[in-house]
Protein backbone atom coordinates (compact mmCIF):
# COMPACT_ATOMS: atom_id res chain seq x y z
CA UNK A 1 0.00 0.00 0.00
CA UNK A 2 3.02 2.66 0.86
CA UNK A 3 4.27 1.38 -2.07
CA UNK A 4 1.37 1.89 -4.42
CA UNK A 5 1.10 5.35 -2.63
CA UNK A 6 5.05 6.36 -3.05
CA UNK A 7 4.40 5.44 -7.10
CA UNK A 8 1.90 7.81 -7.05
CA UNK A 9 3.40 11.06 -5.60
CA UNK A 10 6.39 9.89 -7.97
CA UNK A 11 4.20 10.09 -11.15
CA UNK A 12 2.53 13.87 -9.92
CA UNK A 13 5.65 15.25 -9.23
CA UNK A 14 6.95 14.08 -12.64
CA UNK A 15 4.17 14.89 -14.00
CA UNK A 16 4.05 17.82 -12.74
CA UNK A 17 7.66 19.09 -13.46
CA UNK A 18 6.67 17.84 -17.48
CA UNK A 19 3.58 20.15 -17.20
CA UNK A 20 5.92 23.39 -16.07
CA UNK A 21 9.01 22.54 -18.47
CA UNK A 22 5.97 22.42 -21.38
CA UNK A 23 4.21 25.70 -20.12
CA UNK A 24 8.01 27.25 -20.06
CA UNK A 25 8.41 25.99 -24.00
CA UNK A 26 5.17 27.33 -24.66
CA UNK A 27 5.22 30.46 -23.25
CA UNK A 28 8.85 31.75 -23.52
CA UNK A 29 7.64 35.22 -23.03
CA UNK A 30 7.07 33.91 -19.27
CA UNK A 31 10.68 33.78 -18.38
CA UNK A 32 11.74 36.65 -20.22
CA UNK A 33 9.30 38.49 -17.29
CA UNK A 34 10.62 36.94 -14.91
CA UNK A 35 14.36 38.30 -15.81
CA UNK A 36 13.19 41.62 -16.05
CA UNK A 37 11.59 41.14 -12.66
CA UNK A 38 14.25 40.08 -10.92
CA UNK A 39 16.73 42.51 -12.48
CA UNK A 40 14.77 45.42 -12.03
CA UNK A 41 14.49 44.24 -8.12
CA UNK A 42 18.40 44.21 -8.61
CA UNK A 43 18.45 47.61 -9.56
CA UNK A 44 16.08 48.98 -6.91
CA UNK A 45 18.38 47.39 -4.32
CA UNK A 46 21.59 49.03 -6.11
CA UNK A 47 19.68 52.41 -6.14
CA UNK A 48 18.63 52.21 -2.49
CA UNK A 49 22.55 51.63 -1.84
CA UNK A 50 23.70 54.61 -3.60
CA UNK A 51 20.55 56.77 -1.87
CA UNK A 52 21.91 55.68 1.45
CA UNK A 53 25.55 56.82 0.56
CA UNK A 54 24.00 60.19 -0.64
CA UNK A 55 22.87 60.50 2.98
CA UNK A 56 25.69 59.32 4.67
CA UNK A 57 28.70 61.66 2.44
CA UNK A 58 26.87 64.62 3.64
CA UNK A 59 28.16 63.80 6.97
CA UNK A 60 31.61 62.13 6.27
CA UNK A 61 35.03 62.21 4.43
CA UNK A 62 34.11 61.23 0.43
CA UNK A 63 36.89 58.46 0.46
CA UNK A 64 35.04 57.18 4.63
CA UNK A 65 35.73 53.73 4.66
CA UNK A 66 32.08 53.33 6.00
CA UNK A 67 30.95 53.89 2.29
CA UNK A 68 32.47 50.57 0.83
CA UNK A 69 29.86 48.27 1.94
CA UNK A 70 27.39 50.40 0.51
CA UNK A 71 29.19 51.03 -2.49
CA UNK A 72 29.97 47.77 -3.05
CA UNK A 73 26.82 46.00 -2.68
CA UNK A 74 25.48 48.46 -5.08
CA UNK A 75 27.81 47.51 -7.56
CA UNK A 76 27.01 44.07 -7.47
CA UNK A 77 23.80 44.43 -7.40
CA UNK A 78 23.74 46.61 -10.69
CA UNK A 79 26.23 43.99 -12.15
CA UNK A 80 24.14 40.77 -11.17
CA UNK A 81 20.87 42.29 -12.76
CA UNK A 82 23.36 43.00 -16.12
CA UNK A 83 23.74 39.34 -15.70
CA UNK A 84 20.31 38.24 -15.50
CA UNK A 85 18.79 40.56 -18.12
CA UNK A 86 22.13 42.25 -20.50
CA UNK A 87 19.46 44.38 -22.22
CA UNK A 88 18.60 46.47 -18.66
CA UNK A 89 19.42 50.03 -19.58
CA UNK A 90 18.66 50.91 -16.36
CA UNK A 91 21.33 48.76 -14.19
CA UNK A 92 23.64 50.09 -17.20
CA UNK A 93 22.90 53.82 -16.46
CA UNK A 94 23.47 53.70 -12.36
CA UNK A 95 26.60 51.57 -12.95
CA UNK A 96 27.91 54.10 -15.38
CA UNK A 97 27.02 56.33 -13.12
CA UNK A 98 28.82 55.44 -10.31
CA UNK A 99 31.78 54.97 -12.33
CA UNK A 100 32.28 59.01 -12.75
CA UNK A 101 30.41 59.76 -9.13
CA UNK A 102 32.02 57.40 -6.11
CA UNK A 103 35.21 55.72 -5.98
CA UNK A 104 33.73 52.02 -7.09
CA UNK A 105 35.49 49.30 -5.29
CA UNK A 106 37.37 46.97 -7.06
CA UNK A 107 36.71 49.00 -10.15
CA UNK A 108 40.68 49.88 -10.18
CA UNK A 109 43.29 51.59 -8.02
CA UNK A 110 42.69 54.91 -7.07
CA UNK A 111 45.57 56.69 -6.21
CA UNK A 112 45.99 60.49 -6.08
CA UNK A 113 49.56 61.01 -4.56
CA UNK A 114 53.15 60.46 -7.34
CA UNK A 115 54.73 58.82 -4.04
CA UNK A 116 52.18 55.71 -3.94
CA UNK A 117 53.21 52.59 -4.91
CA UNK A 118 52.48 49.02 -5.87
CA UNK A 119 54.92 46.06 -4.87
CA UNK A 120 54.81 43.24 -6.87
CA UNK A 121 57.38 41.22 -5.83
CA UNK A 122 60.84 43.30 -5.57
CA UNK A 123 59.33 45.63 -8.45
CA UNK A 124 57.44 48.42 -7.62
CA UNK A 125 55.35 50.48 -9.94
CA UNK A 126 53.72 53.77 -10.18
CA UNK A 127 49.49 52.71 -9.77
CA UNK A 128 47.72 55.76 -12.05
CA UNK A 129 45.05 53.96 -13.38
CA UNK A 130 42.12 55.93 -14.82
CA UNK A 131 39.85 53.35 -15.93
CA UNK A 132 37.30 53.62 -13.82
CA UNK A 133 35.92 57.10 -16.02
CA UNK A 134 36.73 54.71 -19.45
CA UNK A 135 34.10 51.74 -17.91
CA UNK A 136 31.43 54.87 -16.85
CA UNK A 137 31.72 56.58 -20.22
CA UNK A 138 31.14 53.31 -22.02
CA UNK A 139 28.60 51.87 -19.89
CA UNK A 140 26.11 55.43 -20.47
CA UNK A 141 27.18 55.35 -24.04
CA UNK A 142 26.10 51.73 -24.37
CA UNK A 143 22.90 52.97 -22.16
CA UNK A 144 22.41 56.39 -24.20
CA UNK A 145 22.44 53.89 -27.97
CA UNK A 146 19.66 51.46 -26.35
CA UNK A 147 17.56 54.03 -25.72
CA UNK A 148 17.56 55.19 -21.95
CA UNK A 149 16.52 58.66 -21.66
CA UNK A 150 18.39 59.64 -18.46
CA UNK A 151 21.90 57.63 -19.77
CA UNK A 152 21.10 60.12 -23.13
CA UNK A 153 20.64 63.11 -21.14
CA UNK A 154 23.27 62.23 -18.63
CA UNK A 155 25.96 61.57 -21.51
CA UNK A 156 24.90 64.74 -23.68
CA UNK A 157 25.39 66.99 -20.47
CA UNK A 158 29.02 65.40 -19.62
CA UNK A 159 30.02 65.93 -23.63
CA UNK A 160 29.02 69.96 -23.25
CA UNK A 161 30.96 70.42 -20.12
CA UNK A 162 33.95 68.53 -19.76
CA UNK A 163 34.68 69.20 -23.55
CA UNK A 164 35.94 72.01 -25.39
CA UNK A 165 35.60 70.84 -28.82
CA UNK A 166 33.23 71.30 -31.61
CA UNK A 167 32.42 67.70 -32.59
CA UNK A 168 31.97 66.79 -29.05
CA UNK A 169 29.06 69.30 -28.84
CA UNK A 170 26.78 68.63 -31.35
CA UNK A 171 27.79 65.43 -30.60
CA UNK A 172 25.73 66.25 -26.65
CA UNK A 173 23.18 68.35 -28.51
CA UNK A 174 22.55 64.81 -30.50
CA UNK A 175 21.86 63.20 -27.29
CA UNK A 176 19.66 65.36 -25.61
CA UNK A 177 17.73 65.29 -28.56
CA UNK A 178 17.15 62.04 -28.59
CA UNK A 179 16.34 62.69 -24.21
CA UNK A 180 13.49 65.71 -25.41
CA UNK A 181 11.85 62.61 -27.82
CA UNK A 182 11.09 60.75 -24.75
CA UNK A 183 10.12 63.83 -23.30
CA UNK A 184 12.69 63.71 -19.96
CA UNK A 185 12.35 66.44 -18.00
CA UNK A 186 16.10 67.64 -17.18
CA UNK A 187 16.15 67.23 -21.25
CA UNK A 188 13.72 69.70 -22.23
CA UNK A 189 14.58 72.25 -19.40
CA UNK A 190 18.10 72.11 -21.17
CA UNK A 191 16.72 72.74 -24.59
CA UNK A 192 14.74 75.11 -23.54
CA UNK A 193 17.46 77.23 -22.02
CA UNK A 194 19.60 76.41 -25.56
CA UNK A 195 16.51 77.91 -27.47
CA UNK A 196 16.43 80.74 -25.13
CA UNK A 197 19.98 82.03 -25.52
CA UNK A 198 20.82 80.62 -28.61
CA UNK A 199 23.03 78.61 -27.89
CA UNK A 200 23.60 75.90 -31.16
CA UNK A 201 20.94 77.24 -32.67
CA UNK A 202 18.44 80.03 -34.06
CA UNK A 203 17.23 81.90 -30.68
CA UNK A 204 13.27 80.96 -30.57
CA UNK A 205 11.51 82.15 -27.25
CA UNK A 206 8.09 80.24 -28.38
CA UNK A 207 9.94 76.77 -28.73
CA UNK A 208 12.16 77.53 -25.21
CA UNK A 209 8.53 77.87 -23.64
CA UNK A 210 6.89 74.83 -24.92
CA UNK A 211 10.33 72.98 -23.68
CA UNK A 212 9.94 74.43 -20.44
CA UNK A 213 6.11 73.65 -20.35
CA UNK A 214 6.11 70.10 -20.98
CA UNK A 215 8.94 69.73 -18.56
CA UNK A 216 7.19 71.92 -15.90
CA UNK A 217 4.66 69.42 -16.18
CA UNK A 218 7.07 66.45 -15.05
CA UNK A 219 7.35 68.75 -12.00
CA UNK A 220 10.86 69.89 -12.78
CA UNK A 221 10.95 73.47 -10.59
CA UNK A 222 14.05 74.84 -12.50
CA UNK A 223 11.51 74.81 -15.79
CA UNK A 224 8.48 76.52 -13.79
CA UNK A 225 10.38 78.97 -12.61
CA UNK A 226 11.70 79.94 -16.01
CA UNK A 227 8.20 79.58 -18.07
CA UNK A 228 6.60 81.61 -14.99
CA UNK A 229 9.72 84.55 -15.35
CA UNK A 230 9.17 84.62 -19.17
CA UNK A 231 5.10 85.14 -18.68
CA UNK A 232 5.23 88.30 -16.56
CA UNK A 233 8.10 89.32 -18.87
CA UNK A 234 5.46 89.46 -21.08
CA UNK A 235 6.08 86.84 -23.45
CA UNK A 236 2.89 85.15 -25.39
CA UNK A 237 2.09 81.59 -24.52
CA UNK A 238 2.63 79.68 -27.68
CA UNK A 239 -0.16 78.64 -29.59
CA UNK A 240 0.95 74.93 -29.64
CA UNK A 241 0.57 74.91 -26.17
CA UNK A 242 -3.17 76.72 -25.65
CA UNK A 243 -4.06 74.07 -28.73
CA UNK A 244 -2.38 70.90 -26.88
CA UNK A 245 -4.95 72.02 -23.57
CA UNK A 246 -8.16 72.86 -25.25
CA UNK A 247 -8.34 70.02 -27.62
CA UNK A 248 -10.05 66.90 -27.10
CA UNK A 249 -8.98 64.07 -24.77
CA UNK A 250 -7.99 61.33 -26.82
CA UNK A 251 -9.60 58.72 -24.40
CA UNK A 252 -12.94 59.86 -23.78
CA UNK A 253 -13.24 62.01 -27.15
CA UNK A 254 -14.96 65.17 -24.74
CA UNK A 255 -13.36 68.64 -24.71
CA UNK A 256 -10.95 68.95 -21.52
CA UNK A 257 -11.44 71.99 -19.57
CA UNK A 258 -9.09 74.81 -21.02
CA UNK A 259 -6.69 74.77 -18.12
CA UNK A 260 -4.69 77.65 -19.78
CA UNK A 261 -5.67 81.07 -18.99
CA UNK A 262 -4.57 84.53 -20.74
CA UNK A 263 -3.94 86.40 -17.16
CA UNK A 264 0.00 86.05 -17.17
CA UNK A 265 -0.27 86.88 -13.39
CA UNK A 266 -2.11 83.66 -12.43
CA UNK A 267 -0.26 81.44 -15.20
CA UNK A 268 2.94 81.96 -13.61
CA UNK A 269 1.83 81.81 -10.01
CA UNK A 270 0.72 78.04 -11.17
CA UNK A 271 4.18 77.62 -12.42
CA UNK A 272 5.48 79.27 -9.07
CA UNK A 273 3.28 76.74 -7.81
CA UNK A 274 5.06 73.77 -9.01
CA UNK A 275 8.02 74.87 -8.43
CA UNK A 276 7.62 75.56 -4.47
CA UNK A 277 6.24 71.82 -4.58
CA UNK A 278 8.84 70.31 -6.06
CA UNK A 279 10.81 72.11 -2.88
CA UNK A 280 12.30 75.13 -4.99
CA UNK A 281 12.59 78.21 -2.42
CA UNK A 282 12.72 80.26 -5.25
CA UNK A 283 9.12 79.43 -6.08
CA UNK A 284 8.43 80.10 -2.80
CA UNK A 285 9.79 83.60 -2.96
CA UNK A 286 7.78 84.39 -6.24
CA UNK A 287 4.57 83.16 -4.87
CA UNK A 288 5.35 85.57 -1.83
CA UNK A 289 6.55 88.83 -4.28
CA UNK A 290 3.05 87.88 -6.45
CA UNK A 291 0.95 87.51 -3.26
CA UNK A 292 2.26 90.91 -2.54
CA UNK A 293 1.67 92.68 -5.31
CA UNK A 294 -1.66 91.27 -5.73
CA UNK A 295 -2.89 92.62 -1.96
CA UNK A 296 -1.25 96.19 -3.42
CA UNK A 297 -3.86 95.84 -6.32
CA UNK A 298 -6.42 95.23 -3.73
CA UNK A 299 -5.89 97.99 -1.93
CA UNK A 300 -5.12 100.37 -4.65
CA UNK A 301 -8.55 99.32 -5.88
CA UNK A 302 -10.24 100.17 -2.99
CA UNK A 303 -8.68 103.87 -2.09
CA UNK A 304 -9.77 104.38 -5.51
CA UNK A 305 -13.71 103.07 -5.18
Not at 89 to 113: E, N, Q
Not at 184 to 191: F, I, T
Request: with cysteine; hydrophobic share 40%; aromatic share 8%.
Amino acid sequence: MFAASARRLAVAASCSKFASRLAAALNPQRGMHDRNKKAMELVAKGWSALQEVDRVIKHADFNDKRLIPLLRGAKENFELALEIDNMNTHARYWLGKMHFKYHVPGACFDICSSHSLLHIGHVFVVARFKASKNIGAALLVEAANMGDSDAQYELGCRLRIENDYVQFDQQAFHYIEQAVDQLHPGALYLLGAVYLTGDCVKRDIASAMWCFHRASEKGHAGAAIAYGSLLLKGAEVPEVITRFNSGKSPSTGKMRKRTIQQDPIKLAKEQFQIAAEAGCDLGLQWLKRLGDYENQEEKLKQIQQ
